[in-house]
């Protein structure tokens, strides 16, 4: 029988990769000089809770009259992050 991963330890890994890749990408693009590389390796994309319903501070507030909750989450995608999920997926792969 096959025995399968836990779904936290492959979230955590994938989530370990992705902060590694961003770390590597903001390194890269710290050392490099101005350019087409730099500019590559610096350009994200962001995707926003807030930005999913129109929401313009990328937040969700919900105010219900004493208490107000605050809902947020982004995401900030770029190169080296993609290249830090498909390392450590392919970690997770190999070590099995």
Do not use: C, H
């Not at 903001?26 to 926003?48: A, D, R, Y």
């Not at 919900?62 to 450590?88: E, H």
């Amino acid at each position: 029988m096959a025995s399968r991963r836990d779904l936290k330890v492959v979230i955590l890994v994938l989530f370990v990769g992705a902060m590694i890749g961003t770390l590597f990408g903001n390194l890269v693009g710290f050392v490099l000089p101005e350019g087409v590389v730099k500019q590559f390796f610096l350009q994200s994309t962001e995707f926003s809770l807030g930005g999913l319903i129109g929401a313009p501070n990328d937040a969700i507030s919900l105010d219900i009259g004493a208490i107000v909750l605050i809902l947020g989450l982004k995401f900030r995608l770029n190169f080296a992050t993609i290249f830090g999920l498909a390392v450590s997926y392919y970690f997770l792969r190999y070590f099995r």
